[in-house]
């Protein structure tokens, strides 16, 4: 994992660099039995892109709507909403009325994506490069007539104004040729439906892991199906 342009974000809570978090808040509230329990007063996680590099390519990974296992999650505890430290070994003693939760990606860590990737070339609009063109050797008029008069009357007509257009065209599509295409590649969520995961492991243990957990949802289907019978 990589931060784009080499920017990280900083994590809401404990503003640690990372490409991607997510954060909740609790408060632990009362009742008139004395009964306690955690309530959610603040929850977020961030949609920016991050960058995932392996050896010489790299693509941007948009974390929208995907099932994400992070690589670092912390808890803690404080007396304030928003806490007045980062988390520390200490951290996990439940001393304080808020808890908060951090999860995180953070730059390097090795990572498997299961998504679309979808590609995107941008080579520009042809007629605003035949356009820019066109400006350019207005600017030399001079040249341009000595090298589109051909009657030599000292001024460009109809007919000659039409070859100059073409002459751009073709100088236009040969440049576009002959530049670098910029390729935009960036996986996010299927659009057939199937699943979106992020997580801090290679590929075959993220494909293992799916498979124990459809086999366990299947036989807690089984379970229920029995019961209700």
Same mark, same amino acid.
């Given at each position: ?15 640690? &660099? ?7 808040? %609790?408060?632990?509230? #009362?009742?008139? $039995? ?13 949609? =920016?892109?991050?960058? @995932? ?6 693509? @941007? ?7 994400? !296992? &992070? !690589?670092?999650?912390?808890v803690w505890y404080g007396a304030? &909403? ?24 953070? !730059? ?6 299961? #998504? /679309? ?7 520009? =609009? ?11 050797? $207005?600017? =030399? ?8 008069? $051909? ?5 460009? %007509?109809?007919?000659?104004? /039409? ?5 751009? /065209? ?26 979106? @995961? ?23 289907? @089984? ?7």
């Open positions: 994992a990589a931060a784009v342009n080499d920017k990280p974000l900083a994590a809401p809570l404990s503003s640690r &660099p990372c490409v991607w978090w997510r954060y909740q808040v %609790d408060q632990k509230t #009362g009742n008139a $039995k004395g009964e306690t329990r955690w309530e959610t007063i603040d929850s977020g996680r961030s949609i =920016d892109l991050f960058v @995932l590099a392996d050896g010489d390519d790299r693509c @941007l990974v948009g974390p929208v709507n995907a099932e994400i !296992t &992070p !690589t670092t999650c912390n304030l &909403p928003r806490p007045a430290r980062a988390p520390m070994s200490s951290a996990l003693l439940q001393d304080g009325d808020f808890r908060y939760t951090e999860e995180l990606l953070s !730059t390097g860590d090795q990572l498997s994506v299961l #998504g /679309e990737l979808r590609s995107h070339s941008e080579i520009g =609009d042809p007629d605003d490069s035949v356009a820019a063109l066109l400006r350019q050797w $207005k600017q =030399d008029q001079k040249g341009l007539v000595a090298r589109f008069d $051909k009657d030599h009357n000292g001024r460009l %007509d109809a007919a000659e104004w /039409e070859a100059v257009r073409q002459a751009a /065209e073709v100088e236009s599509q040969s440049k576009t040729r002959d530049s670098r295409i910029n390729r935009l590649n960036v996986i996010s969520q299927p659009t057939n439906g199937e699943p979106f @995961l992020v997580a801090s492991m290679d590929d075959a243990h993220l494909v293992r892991r799916e498979r124990l957990h459809a086999a366990l949802f299947f036989v807690l289907g @089984l379970f229920c199906i029995v019961i209700c019978a």
